[in-house]
Every structure is written in C-alpha cells, then in structure tokens.
C-alpha cells in the first residue's frame, strides 16, 4: 500500500488500518488491533446523537485524529473515516512499539513487558504520549505531530474479527479486527451490564 485511502467506511478503514505505523514524539508503533464506530448506524460510536462540541472533529474531513478523554484519567485515539460531514472513526486499540522503546518504557513505567507498552487504548495513548492537544491533528500531513504512514496491506489470513471490548450497546458487532498471534492484542471483555 503506498497510499492510505481513509474516506471509506469505518469496518473496511479499520481493516486497512492494521499494520500501518503511527507516530509521535519521537515513538512509532505498528498498529494491531482496532474498532471500528459508524456515526448513526451505531448507538455505541460518540456520533450516533449529532454533533457536539467534544465528537465535531468525527464529522471530518477524514485523515485526522479524534482524542477524547474517558473516566477522567486516560485520553483514546480515533482515526477519522469516511466524507466530510458523515461521522465515522475507527478507535487505535492496541499497537507494538516499532522504534523509540526507550521513550515509550519512560512514558509506561508500569508495564512488565514490551507487549504491555500499548495494549489497549489508553496505555496506547500514553505510550506514544498522545493527549487531547493532540485532537484534530491532520495524520496524513509530514507536519503534524501525530502521522499515520501506510503498510504494505496485511493478508486476510493473518486478520481476526470479533466483537468490540467493554461497549454498553451493540456489543455483538463483529466490528473488532486485529493481527492473528500477536502479544499486543488486548483481551476480549464483554461490555453491557451484569444481571
């Protein structure tokens, strides 16, 4: 793949996604697992009600990076999807560190292991140092602090699909995707509430 093509919807953009590297201040990881959020097709994605001060940035254009902040102590990263004015994201769930291990270990001091570094949303963000300055920010542009570099297009073999972690509403989509095998990939927890 030598270009990243993010104006499709969110499941084929989350699929795409894999394997891509990510980069900020001065980390890179390679991306290993997603979800993806589809604006008013779905009750679980921030957009689902319209737009609001803290979701605008899902409304596009697409290609840049929504961070919001969740139980007031971690920030989580979306890639936007799909055309301006039409809401989708697909959320950065877990990556491996590819370059800058030594910042990123100083950024996550509690993790044991290099596959703890960024598994799961939040340790991602913090991991790369990813924080809500970091909102809106054009991934595509070689200027921006946060870029998103294409991969080569990872084979549908090594690709895994099942339902999305700890969501309230539409826990059965099977709109989670992540690189068969990999330490990386967080551990499946089904959302909803306990009867």
Not at 142 to 151: D, E, H, I
Not at 162 to 177: E, Q, S
């Amino acid at each position: 793949m030598t270009t990243l093509d993010l104006s499709a919807d969110p499941i084929l953009t989350a699929r795409r996604l894999l394997g891509c590297h990510l980069t900020a201040n001065g980390i890179t990881a390679r991306i290993t697992e997603v979800e993806a959020y589809w604006g008013a097709k779905d009750p679980a994605s921030h957009s689902y009600r319209g737009k609001t001060p803290r979701n605008e940035v899902m409304f596009g254009p697409p290609g840049h990076l929504y961070v919001y902040f969740v139980y007031g102590l971690h920030f989580c990263a979306n890639v936007v999807c799909l055309t301006d004015g039409d809401p989708g994201a697909v959320l950065l769930r877990a990556a491996e560190i590819t370059d800058g291990l030594d910042l990123a270990r100083a950024n996550r001091p509690a993790a044991k292991t290099e596959a703890d570094l960024a598994r799961g949303p939040a340790n991602l963000c913090t991991a790369l140092g990813i924080t809500r300055e970091h909102n809106g920010a054009d991934l595509l542009s070689a200027t921006s602090p946060v870029r998103l570099t294409p991969a080569t297009e990872v084979p549908e073999s090594q690709v895994e699909a099942g339902p999305r972690v700890g969501i309230a509403v539409a826990m059965d989509l099977p709109w989670r995707f992540w690189l068969a095998g990999n330490r990386t990939v967080s551990a499946y927890r089904r959302g909803g509430k306990k009867r």
